[in-house]
């Protein structure tokens, strides 16, 4: 669908007797509305020009973008108010992105009485869904040392093809002859990242050929963002070399990232999709009536436009995910979970087109990528005819790319950045560095477990319209370079273990994006 | 003291000084490191604390402050003398408080233990913001094994000799604040720390502790905030740091405060604040206080609002936890047909153990042996077995229904494999000092003859008479002496004849009298129809029986009968029971029943059982580094793997290089004479001594060491090093060595060399002891040294006969008297063991005859002297002398060799394991002997890491003080018989503090110190039952495994359900759930220079060498166990949920390790 729109803004600007750069198709394809927006950029096209740039665009857009009310946060996420859910969970009522859509009268989900408005069963014929990036039924590894060897080879072609624009890669070997005092550029998976003495940072930068040292002085303003480097990412470095050559002066740093003038692609017509995720049937802690109560909801008029369920995996609470797990179970066997699960579920419309994919809690291999639920577990899981993928997947929804993944990086992630760049609290900052560095489990080693495939799975190879992760059971929703990344909350409430390390879940919230718009709006049902 | 013990010390002291003097001349004449022996002897704590400490005058002051003055008062006296320069020659205030410090730490710690050398690294004065100086002392990790008081009271005296110099107080910053919090939360949470402060209490510490604790960096986390802070070196935890603050001062505040109280100069008036818990909120306390008393499956009172039921402790199954596969359970927690609790002190028993009856240790498969280690559900945590075979064995119903109680281990071997139920698993002989120990309340003890007798003697009998009599046997009378006695003098039945009728419910009870009422009497015999319940019910009694296919013959029934309240005739002489009888216990013991019906008093006969299991085998081996190595001689990588000295001798790497010339690092010594440089101890040019030589690694001056022995470059403001790479040409002194002992390459097979050295100096050790070794088969400790590992186990008294040595013998080494007094004549009379005194067991026997005869040759050829044991059997050991060490210790003491066990264990006297400071739960040491330490010792091997100067002896006791040992040996009773009161207090579960019985430490400090411990129980042998453990007799662990669970079937008091349950869940599940883990996040690791690495490289091959890479966990270790585990979970009936888990992970390893396109699922695949 995409390639078509293309095709028709390329025809289009031809009959108007302009050519057009690659940049600027695909930003007039991701407008709302890309037949306006052609109108308008060629409306405002420089007299003498017979190509329409991306540069121009994006002139044409920001000066439109000054008194346009969608999304006023795309370029600065943490910057607004509405999108930081610092705020104490007591004030969390409905959040959302956008308060022009959020009528106050909006408290749906805490009147199950209002039963006069009815959802009408919708026409799947509009529904279009298209899954990639799945290892279902793909794995090949057989776990030799060879299988490691290619998916780490595979990730750093793919992540330095998204940085070789931007510098100009010399392999570590060359480096390594080169006379020292002159400028150097490579792209490198990070070795080794650690302290020096006099407390500079020391990058160890590794491609196919070897590694290299690259020197962060402390005192540099790119210092700041040695922080937020995890192991085994892809980044590139400039600088310049010692006089002995045996170390690189690093002056810059490069991440794969999202463009900043990357365009969300919507849907063509006014459609929601519900992103939950961590349901935990079959825990002690399940909250079975706030998920009732979304469930009612959806059968409501308001949901109308709700046509689609994602769900970010642990379904169920699972079996020996921890030590002593049986005593906190209310379901001690785990087909008897999924088949509570299924069960839930059916409490759902009928007409919605449900996605999930798994999680840690899930009875699936906990390496990642994980593959979807096998045959037994489908079967029980068989209601609404819901699509089971691998975690993570990309489920392309009516033209909006969402990537899902469970996100057992996040613990990582929040663990090794400091505190102002991820936290618990604010769990999609952690989701923009996933996106910034183009991988959504980069750090090898520690508690994250891989399974060796033939191609790296976890490469965020096509920028998402919206990223979708769970697992940490905090709600969190906001946007990075234009992409929508949300971490749904729970359906559990605060577990013993959570008591004891002070994690206070969102339970019961369902973030409701409009597919037309992207915006979100977290409902609670609690 | 006795003028007899003052002989046995001086004996062995003159052999000492004997073994010291040949010693003393070998070393001044050999290539050794240092021309004198280096292990010297401490004749007390004092002399140890001045050796261990090097310091002079310690050990002079120290006697002279003991006399006076409690030892952490003297710790306290002897820092104002190291702050007024009276003892030690610190010339700067920091040494000062430095040698105050590590004497405190010395002294706190008999001597014995590595902390006050290898705990507390240094000490230095620091700059505070204002400008004064402030101390800091640097811990190191073994700080550990001082323990926390001592840890504690290290910072206190600290203080006090800095308040006496006048430093002023640690004015801690409060980023140093905010790191404290982080890194001992970080330490426990990597490392783990016995009381975990809370983050408060950290920083209250840190901002009020007058000493600046810092440390050596300990393991590879970092802390994440707080780093490269300006005074602390590291971003590493500094576990020392962490362990003095946390189990020291965190958990010892009241210790402390005792201390700081008294003194004037110091005042620690924060440590209340600490106590109270008021830091911060007031909820402090509250947790700490339940984190201390997590266990709360320990006893409880018999409940006192219940009366309807027998006085009971509670069962308790942290002993279960972690339950591994191959290792078995005896008995679920305080189940019948468990391990029943007998109170005694057998003869070899002492502290932290428990005796079995051999009979027993057959029955179970073999599993226990003498010295096996079990996890005891109480009174402590393990226990090291021992034989006793004057308690009662197991009972055990064979294949063809009989129902026998076995009480000999010949019998128990000949229906071993008959054995289809083990209905009950025996006596557990414990004593009482085990429970003062543990400070655990008294359990109801069982009924046994030594209780019964004393209620006999109180009764009107008279027991005299009867114990004269040669008709009557008190301790087993015929049935009919047991009842008349019972019925006319108003005692309780004789325990042979009471049977376990608080374990038959009333109904079986009642079940039971009636098939009494249809039985009869046959041939003598009582005959009862037999059904299920009758059948159940005399098993659950121990009734002895057999059976045929419709009846049940009880030879021994008067008994049984007459309990009942049946005539002899079998009329049955009551009508019902009451309300009571029946509501007793909720109906599930008879013994108000019997009360009720019985025309005599009827006791309890095993109310206590005792759930155990196996812990860790016993063990007697060589000890040997791995791998084993023959001699201290670095020869690189040019001996191949084997590290094989002959073969580096001929190495070439090319056609041009001269076979033999290896480059390694060596030290560089001066000699003494003629100044000629050599890396040898013994100057090849003129035969005398070398000592290194130290050069300035920067500009090359030559250095000389301090009177600290520290060496420095005062132009580059370095250290000095005495260690050059250098060109050794292995084949000339591989030859050299060989021809100077006159030895030739054909009488040994490998002489095996080490890599390089680990030593400060890198001095190696004179070819020649490698290859004598190599030639008797002994191989080296890391400090050169031959040792031998058993398994502690303590014994009080012995018989000549027992350790296959004469009676001849046994007068020679001083023994003259039996335990009653008279002479010894015979080889089977019991003599009281002399401290020092140890067993060997045969392996160490052999060992050590090996070790002896290489010494024997070391001296004559290699020094040029004469032989010093010319020993050709091991009778001729006997006598001898070897040190006893245990590891994380630096005390080595001296033990006589008196005889040997096929038990593979070391037995010795209590006090001589203490004195090493063991007990005997299955902890295990080693032995040397003398002379080989006293010759191939030398520091200067001694690796120069945290740590390296543990495990070796840097100093040795000669004689045991008892008042220096480890006092948990003091608790041991040694009594001949516990009183009637304390048989009586058991019921009342009363604290053991409560019951006076005699302990050791009453006659600590009297002239009786080394005698009169007396036992309850005998032995007829110190190795009795199986020799090993199946354990180690048994292949592989599916093997073992196996063994494990068909035994939790056979055993009556175990479940075996729960059993498989646990393997799995403890060990198969944790063993998948782990390495699957660690498959996914695994290092790599190059298979040609072992280089790792954290991921994969890219490039795919070793950035190092170029070699192959590959996984350091591969597919094989981690499915190993997946089979077993399922076939396991199936065939013992496990829950669902744990066959689902492991399901699920069956299904996780094909998902990881199979390729979806390429399934192979099976041979049908292929037909």
Redesign the interface.
């Known amino acids: 669908m995409p390639g078509e729109t293309d095709r028709r803004i390329i025809t289009e600007l031809a009959a108007r007797g302009y050519n057009a750069d690659r940049e600027a198709v695909t930003l007039l394809a991701s407008e709302a509305d890309p037949d306006d927006a052609l109108e308008r950029a060629v409306e405002a096209a420089p007299p003498d020009a017979f190509k329409i740039t991306g540069e121009h665009l994006r002139e044409v857009f920001e000066a439109d973008a000054r008194d346009s009310p969608r999304d006023p946060t795309a370029e600065t996420p943490d910057s607004t108010s509405n999108t930081d859910p610092s705020i104490s969970p007591a004030e969390l009522e409905d959040r959302t992105t956008d308060s022009a859509d959020t009528s106050p009268s909006e408290t749906v989900g805490d009147d199950p009485t209002r039963t006069t408005d009815e959802r009408v069963p919708t026409d799947p014929e509009h529904r279009f869904v298209e899954i990639v990036g799945d290892i279902t ?10 299988d ?2 290619t998916v ?2 595979d990730r ?1 072609e793919r992540l330095a093809g998204k940085l070789r624009g931007r510098i100009n890669h010399r392999p570590a070997d060359a480096i390594q002859t080169m006379p020292g005092g002159g400028d150097a550029e490579m792209i490198g ?1 990070v ?2 990242i650690r ?1 020096t003495a006099g ?1 500079h940072w020391l990058i160890e930068l ?6 290299f040292p690259c020197l962060v002085m402390k005192d540099r303003e790119i210092a700041e963002l040695v922080g937020e480097i995890v ?2 990412e892809v980044i590139a470095v400039r600088g310049t070399l010692a006089d002995d050559a045996g170390i690189l002066f690093t002056d810059e740093i490069f991440f794969p990232d999202v463009p900043h003038t990357h365009q969300p692609t919507t849907a063509d017509r006014h459609v929601q999709a519900a992103l939950i995720s961590d349901v935990h049937v079959g825990s002690q802690e399940f909250a079975e009536e706030a998920w009732s109560r979304f469930a009612d909801w959806l059968h409501t008029a308001e949901a109308q436009h709700v046509e689609y369920l994602l769900l970010a995996g642990d379904m169920v609470e699972g ?2 995910v921890y030590p002593n797990q ?1 005593e906190e179970l209310s379901i ?4 008897e979970q999924y088949e509570a699960f299924a069960e839930y579920l059916k409490e759902v419309p009928g007409d919605l087109e449900i996605v999930m994919i798994p999680g840690n809690h899930d ?5 990642e990528p994980q ?1 979807a639920f ?1 045959e037994e577990l489908r079967e029980i899981m068989s209601a609404h005819d819901a699509r089971i993928t691998g975690n993570p997947s990309t489920v392309t929804i009516e033209g909006v790319s969402v990537l899902m993944y469970h996100g057992m990086s996040l613990d990582e992630i929040i663990a090794d950045l ?1 505190e102002e760049k991820a936290s618990y609290d604010n769990p999609e900052k952690a989701m923009y560095h996933l996106l910034k560095k183009r991988h959504v489990a980069p750090k ?8 060796p495939e033939e191609h790296d799975y976890l490469v965020i190879d096509d920028v998402p319209d919206v990223f979708h992760t769970g697992h940490v059971h905090k709600l969190g929703f906001g946007t990075y370079h234009n992409v929508t990344a949300i971490n749904s909350g729970c359906w559990q409430e605060q577990t013993e273990f959570q008591k004891s390390v002070n994690i206070d879940p969102d339970v019961g919230y369902a973030p409701i994006v409009d597919l037309d718009t992207l915006d979100v709006t977290a409902r609670k049902f609690t | 003291m006795h003028e007899e013990d003052e002989r046995y010390f001086e004996r062995i002291e003159s052999r000492l000084d004997e073994a010291f003097d040949r010693a003393e001349r070998a070393r001044s004449t050999g290539g050794d490191p240092r021309p004198e022996v280096e292990i010297p002897v401490a004749k007390d704590m004092a002399d140890r604390v001045e050796n261990i400490l090097g310091i002079p005058g310690v050990a002079e002051r120290v006697r002279e402050l003991e006399e006076r003055m409690s030892r952490e008062e003297a710790a306290l006296a002897l820092a104002e003398d190291f702050a007024e320069g009276r003892v030690g020659e610190y010339e700067t205030k920091d040494g000062k408080i430095e040698g105050a410090v590590r004497t405190a730490v010395a002294l706190l710690t008999e001597g014995v233990v590595a902390a006050p050398i290898e705990g507390i690294d240094r000490v230095e004065l620091l700059e505070n913001d204002d400008g004064t100086d402030c101390v800091r002392v640097f811990y190191a990790g073994p700080i550990r094994s001082a323990g926390g008081t001592a840890q504690a009271l290290s910072v206190l005296v600290a203080d006090y000799t800095r308040a006496l110099l006048g430093v002023s107080e640690y004015q801690a910053r409060d980023d140093e604040i905010e790191r404290y919090a982080e890194e001992v939360g970080l330490y426990d949470k990597t490392t783990g720390l016995q009381y975990s402060p809370k983050d408060k209490e950290t920083k209250f510490i840190a901002r009020n502790c007058p000493i600046m604790l810092d440390g050596e960096s300990t393991g590879d986390a970092e802390v994440s905030g707080f780093r490269d802070l300006e005074r602390v070196d590291t971003n590493n935890p500094r576990g020392g740091m962490c362990l003095v603050l946390a189990e020291g001062i965190a958990l010892k505040a009241p210790k402390i405060q005792r201390y700081t109280r008294e003194l004037d100069e110091i005042d620690w008036p924060w440590l209340q604040d600490l106590i109270d818990g008021t830091i911060g909120e007031g909820d402090e306390v509250d947790e700490t206080d339940a984190g201390d008393e997590g266990d709360g499956d320990e006893t409880a009172d018999a409940e006192p609002d219940e009366p309807a039921g027998p006085p009971r402790v509670e069962p308790a199954t942290k002993f279960l936890r972690d339950l591994i596969a191959g290792r078995p359970v005896f008995s679920h927690p305080s189940r019948p047909g468990g391990f029943r609790l007998r109170y005694g002190r057998a003869r070899n028993h002492g502290f932290a153990t428990g005796g079995v009856h051999p009979a027993t240790m057959h029955i179970v498969d073999d599993f226990l042996a003498t010295g096996t280690q079990i996890k005891t559900e109480r009174p402590g945590k393990a226990h090291g077995i021992i034989p006793v075979d004057t308690i009662e064995g197991p009972t055990v119903r064979l294949a063809n229904g009989e129902v026998r109680r076995i009480d000999d281990a010949a019998e128990a071997l000949e229906v071993q494999n008959g054995v289809e139920k083990i209905i009950d698993a025996g006596e557990y002989l414990i004593n009482f000092g085990e429970f003062v120990e543990n400070n655990h309340p008294l359990a109801p003890a069982s009924y046994t003859f030594e209780w019964w007798i004393q209620e006999f003697e109180d009764s009107e009998a008279n027991v005299q008479a009867l114990a004269d009599s040669p008709r009557v046997d008190l301790e087993s009378p015929t049935v009919e002496e047991a009842l008349d006695w019972a019925v006319e003098y108003n005692a309780p039945l004789h325990p042979n004849y009471t049977h376990l009728w608080h374990d038959l419910s009333t109904t079986e009870f009642e079940a039971l009298a009636e098939a009494v009422d249809e039985g009869t009497v046959k041939a003598g015999e009582l005959e009862l129809t037999r059904t299920q319940v009758v059948r159940e019910a005399l098993e659950t009694l121990l009734v002895e029986h057999r059976q045929t296919a419709e009846t049940l013959s009880i030879p021994e029934w008067r008994a049984l009968v007459a309990t009942m309240g049946f005539s002899e005739e079998l009329t049955r002489e009551w009508a019902s029971l009451s309300e009571e009888a029946h509501a007793w216990d909720g109906g599930n013991n008879a013994m108000r029943a019997v009360a009720e019906v019985a025309p005599f008093t009827v006791r309890e006969r095993a109310p206590t059982r005792i759930g155990n299991r196996m812990g860790r085998p016993e063990k007697s081996e060589k000890r040997e580094l791995s791998p084993a190595v023959h001699t201290l001689f670095p020869i690189g990588e040019a001996g191949g793997s084997q590290r094989d000295v002959a073969k580096a001798a001929r190495y070439a790497p090319g056609m041009r290089d001269t076979p033999g010339e290896v480059e390694v690092s060596v030290g560089r010594r001066e000699c003494e004479a003629c100044g000629s440089h050599t890396f040898r101890g013994d100057c090849p040019d003129c035969g005398a001594n070398t000592f290194p030589h130290y050069e300035c690694p920067d500009c090359g001056t030559e250095l000389e060491p301090d009177e600290a022995g520290r060496v420095e470059c005062a132009r580059c403001e370095i250290e000095g090093t005495s260690v050059d790479r250098q060109v050794l040409d292995l084949d000339e002194i591989y030859h050299d060595a060989l021809s100077a002992i006159d030895e030739r390459e054909g009488s040994f097979e490998t002489l095996k060399g080490v890599k390089g050295l680990t030593s400060s100096h890198k001095t190696p050790e004179p070819m020649e002891k490698g290859i004598l070794r190599a030639k008797h088969g002994v191989s080296a400790f890391k400090d050169g040294t031959v040792r031998y590992d058993m398994t502690d186990l303590p014994v009080t008294s012995v018989r000549p006969e027992e350790l296959d040595v004469s009676v001849e013998e046994f007068r020679r080494l001083g023994y003259h008297e039996d335990i009653e007094g008279t002479p010894l004549e015979h080889a089977d009379q019991l003599v009281e063991l002399k401290v020092q005194d140890i067993v060997l067991s045969d392996g160490a026997a052999e060992h050590l005859l090996k070790t002896a005869d290489f010494v024997d040759e070391l001296l004559e050829d290699y020094y040029g002297l004469d032989p010093f044991y010319d020993v050709s059997e091991r009778e001729e050991l006997v006598g001898e002398l070897v040190f006893g060490m245990a590891p994380h210790t630096s005390a080595a003491v001296v033990g006589r060799v008196v005889g040997f066990t096929s038990a593979a264990v070391g037995y010795a006297h209590p006090y001589f394991h203490a004195s090493k400071r063991r007990n005997c739960d299955g902890d295990e040491d080693c032995v040397m002997l003398l002379m080989d330490g006293l010759l191939n010792f030398s520091k200067e091997y001694l690796p120069d890491k945290r740590g390296g100067q543990m495990d070796a002896p840097l100093v040795m006791s000669s004689r045991i003080d008892p008042a220096e040992i480890d006092d948990e040996a003091h608790n041991m009773d040694v009594v001949e018989r516990y009183p009637l009161e304390f048989y009586e207090a058991t019921l009342e579960l009363a604290d053991p503090g409560e019951v006076d019985i005699r302990l050791a430490e009453e006659s600590v400090g009297t002239a009786d110190q080394y005698r009169g411990f007396a036992h309850t129980h005998d032995t007829s042998n110190i190795a009795l039952g199986p020799d090993l453990s199946a354990y180690k007799t048994l292949g592989s662990m599916m093997e073992k495994m196996d063994a494990q669970l068909e035994l939790a079937r056979k055993l009556r008091a175990v479940d075996e359900t729960d059993v498989a349950e646990r393997v799995i869940e403890y060990h198969f599940l944790p063993d998948l759930i782990g390495n699957l883990r660690a498959f996914s996040s695994q290092e790599t690791r190059c298979l040609s220079c072992g280089k790792k690495y954290r991921r994969m490289p890219l490039s795919g091959e070793c950035r190092d060498c170029g070699g192959t890479v590959n996984l350091t966990v591969h597919e094989g270790s981690v499915s190993k166990y997946m089979d077993t585990a399922t076939r396991v979970a199936e065939e013992y009936g496990c829950r669902e949920y744990t066959k689902q888990r492991l399901k699920i992970l069956d299904r996780s390893l094909e998902s990881v390790f199979e390729n979806d396109k390429n399934k192979q699922s099976g041979i049908a695949d292929f037909m």
């Open positions: 039924g793909q794995s090949t590894g057989t776990g030799e040392y060879s490691f060897v780490f080879r750093y998976m070795n080794d302290s407390g590794e491609d196919t050929t070897g590694v192991y085994d079996v020996g049986d001690v066997d785990i087909y009875a699936v291999r906990l390496a593959p096998d400091p090898y080693g520690g508690k994250m477990r891989i399974a």
